[in-house]
């Protein structure tokens, strides 16, 4: 009950903060405290994720002068729940927006901060039990498969020959390849290999070096992912068989980016999967304490085809990813 | 710095102490790879494939040749990858901020070579400092160090990817793609560092004050070797190597990120123990850890060239091969 009236409050203050009239209401009611927990910025998406909450919070915290924010990045499982704990004993949170580093250890912890009456909003990686969280802010990983599949497709003659690189050996990466498989099934396009290269540069371009070795004509590499792609254009490169074969990544590095809008032969488009769904899941949840718009469900962020002609809009030449 | 260089006469005790046939495993082992590698598939014996495999070998290999005098002398160093990435990154940032100022050309490479080799020193210096002044276990010490390295260029990368100018990359990318009388030039590095690390392991006194610091570090006291500037030393000269593996490492991709140099320290202990080093300590040998580094590489290159199994077992294949090349050699000592 006590949480009703505090939101009739709330969002009053933001409406005569929007106005810019001078905000009486603020001093009577107290600040909404919203937790944010992400794993730290260890490799090139989590990097572009932080950045992307850092920025968010800063552009929030001026729009809302009611809303507060706690961030904490958590290197390890653990750590996380730690975070989690802490939000809630000391900094008394109204909600939680949180990006599990893992989902089973993850889905107790979070389920403990649902319970206390707080709000839940889970981003990229489900809970293992579902109808913890309030809202699901998550990426498409089914998607960014099909879409690159399709690409593969509509591009490539029947017999032509591609190779695979796949990430790290998870459910989101068994997720993209099944539904690249299921994408080119019929085109007559042949996988001549699929090996893992962890979504990382050196295993990536070490992979290539060696499908470079072993196959004489390659038409076509999907590196699914940013990263991997570069490692793999080195590879080629090392190679001297540039004209041979294109290449597709994935995620939406500004690197990328920028060849596909210099429309490159060698990255003809990137498939998005963007670190900045951070942004939608803080907006969203902030809409929540400001204002009576109904935010509870899920938000998928579609995974979509990155051209020459729209890749401005996948830009961001400041973050670091 | 008078005994590194100075040769002394090989020891009667060499000979006596080679366990034999034993000490072949590891030869063998590689033997037996390079032969199922060029059954599987008529690519890998291509001078291409080569040249990729012991290239990117070298890395690990340098440090994996330094690795062998920490361990031989009874320390351990677990920080290497990180302080690779760590020196990655300050090298690619030192460059790209004198560039302005010194323009694409040798010096700037040279330039940034020095800043390479001198950040190598100074953590290699750290790591030893404080394993020798402030007595620390050398496992805790380089756990340490490895978080505060890694974090580091984390940090100094903003969470994303520290990229050298393009121009500046295109001018030092030869000093891996490119090489003298067709062979790169980091297998001529790594083929240098090997020859020299076991000549100083073999027959210099700064070898043998390692293994006898390894074998009975009271017993070295008193025999009057300077035990704690010997360790110093060896973590020193370890800093140095991977200065030196960074240096071949930058121009191949030219970025620096958070995973890079990630497990390379496990790795190169790797190597280090399957080439017959003891882990323990006491006993040393140099061409044992090139032949270890060799195995490590032509596993990963035969697993990808012959798709033998599912990629998800690639670990497993590399675990047991691993376990294996070691009771090849210990085979027989451990039975007597």
């Not at chain 1, 070490?206 to 793999?232: C, E, F, R």
């Not at chain 1, 032969?265 to 498939?271: G, S, Y």
């Not at chain 2, 009388?181 to 700064?206: D, E, K, L, N, S």
Request: one cysteine or more; aromatic letters at 8%.
């Amino acid at each position: 009950m006590e949480r009703r009236t505090f939101l009739t409050t709330a969002a009053i203050g933001a409406a005569t903060a929007a106005t810019g009239v001078s905000v009486p209401a603020l001093a009577q009611g107290k600040k909404a405290v919203i937790g944010v927990s992400i794993p730290s910025a260890t490799h090139g998406f989590m990097g572009g994720l932080n950045w992307h909450a850092q920025e968010t919070i800063k552009r929030l915290k001026t729009t809302y002068p009611n809303l507060e924010f706690v961030l904490a990045t958590a290197g390890a499982v653990g750590k996380q729940v730690n975070d989690i704990e802490d939000m809630v004993a000391t900094r008394n949170i109204d909600a939680l927006v949180v990006l599990p580093f893992e989902s089973e250890p993850l889905t107790s912890p979070v389920k403990a901060v649902k319970d206390a009456g707080k709000w839940v909003t889970v981003v990229d990686r489900g809970l293992s039990q579902p109808g913890i969280e309030d809202l699901y802010v998550a990426g498409d990983n089914t998607a960014f498969g099909r879409v690159s599949g399709e690409y593969f497709k509509a591009n490539l003659k029947p017999g032509a020959k591609i190779v695979v690189l796949r990430g790290i050996p998870t459910t989101l990466d068994n997720e993209r390849v099944d539904a690249f498989q299921a994408a080119i099934a019929g085109s007559g396009i042949e996988i001549l290999d699929m090996q893992h290269g962890n979504w990382n540069r050196d295993k990536a371009f070490q992979v290539m070096q060696d499908y470079l070795s072993k196959h004489k004509k390659i038409d076509a590499v999907w590196a699914a992912d940013d990263d991997m792609a570069i490692g793999v254009m080195e590879a080629i490169s090392q190679a001297g068989r540039q004209k041979e074969m294109w290449i597709v990544g994935g995620a939406g590095m500004k690197e990328i980016i920028k060849r596909v809008m210099d429309k490159d032969p060698q990255i003809p488009v990137d498939v998005s999967y963007t670190p900045a769904q951070i942004s939608t899941a803080l907006e969203v949840t902030a809409l929540r304490f400001v204002s009576n718009t109904p935010v509870y469900g899920r938000f998928i962020i579609g995974s979509t085809l990155i051209t020459a002609e729209n890749a401005a809009q996948f830009y961001f030449p400041d973050s670091p990813f | 710095m008078s005994d590194l260089t100075r040769s002394d006469a090989p020891r009667p005790s060499v000979a006596a102490r080679l366990p034999g046939l034993s000490a072949l495993g590891p030869l063998l082992a590689l033997i037996l790879l390079v032969a199922l590698g060029a059954t599987l598939n008529e690519n890998f014996l291509s001078a291409g494939n080569i040249t990729n495999v012991l290239a990117r070998s070298a890395f690990i290999g340098m440090i994996a040749v330094g690795m062998t005098f920490v361990i031989t002398s009874g320390g351990l160093d677990l920080s290497v990858g990180s302080m690779a990435a760590f020196i990655a990154g300050v090298m690619i940032l030192g460059m790209n901020a004198l560039l302005p100022s010194m323009g694409v050309g040798l010096p700037l490479v040279l330039a940034g070579m020095g800043i390479a080799l001198g950040v190598g020193l100074l953590a290699g210096l750290g790591n030893g400092l404080l394993v020798t002044k402030a007595r620390i276990e050398p496992f805790i010490v380089t756990l340490g160090t490895m978080g505060i390295f890694r974090s580091l260029v984390t940090w100094l990368a903003d969470g994303g990817t520290i990229s050298l100018d393009f121009g500046v990359r295109q001018f030092y990318r030869p000093v891996y793609y490119s090489g003298l009388f067709g062979i790169a030039w980091p297998i001529i590095v790594f083929a240098i560092v090997a020859v020299a690390g076991q000549i100083a392991m073999r027959h210099t006194r700064f070898g043998r004050y390692c293994e006898a610091i390894g074998s009975n570090d009271k017993v070295a006291l008193y025999s009057a070797v300077n035990v704690e500037r010997i360790r110093l030393m060896t973590y020193v000269l370890l800093g140095l190597l991977v200065g030196l593996a960074t240096i071949m490492y930058v121009p191949r991709l030219g970025s620096a990120s958070g995973s890079t140099g990630m497990l390379w320290e496990l790795e190169a202990i790797a190597a280090v123990i399957i080439g017959g080093t003891a882990l323990k300590g006491g006993y040393g040998r140099v061409w044992g850890t090139v032949i270890g580094v060799l195995i490590l590489s032509l596993i990963d290159n035969i697993l990808i060239l012959a798709d033998l199994v599912s990629p998800y077992l690639n670990g497993t294949i590399q675990g047991v091969i691993i376990v294996l090349a070691v009771v090849l050699q210990r085979g027989k000592s451990s039975s007597a």
